[in-house]
């Protein structure tokens, strides 16, 4: 948007009432089938971009916000995963070694092997 000949960044934010899934999973245990039922959400939510070609590089349970489900019936919420400010995109096969160089995410999310530095195992998404 320009405006005054100055240029700004006018994000559209979806309103999450439910809060985090971090939230509701310190709130109280969730029964098993609504692990269940949201850990096939998030599946599917990362499925869908890897296919279009993108690395989240930051999913931890505060990146996941709730917003009221369609279907009451199966369950209390519908997910949707946010932050995308360390994602990456992949253009071609040899930008896997770029960005598999630098550890991306929240440090104390990341694993070991990326933590110390021994990252090698190749990312093919």
Known sequence: MVE???YFINPLLEYAPYGSLDDLIHKKPLPEADVSVYAR???????????????????KSENILLFPSLDKESVNYQLKITDFELSKIKKEKADIKVWKSKP??????????????????PMDI
């Not at 998030?42 to 999913?59: E, F, N, P, T």
Request: glycine residues 10%.
């Open 104 to 121: 991306r995410g929240t440090p104390s999310y990341l694993s070991p092997e990326v933590f110390f530095g021994h990252n090698d195992v």
């Open 41 to 59: 959400m998030i599946v599917k939510g990362i499925s869908h971009i890897h296919r279009k070609g993108i690395v989240h590089c930051d999913l």
């Open 4 to 6: 005054n000949e100055c």
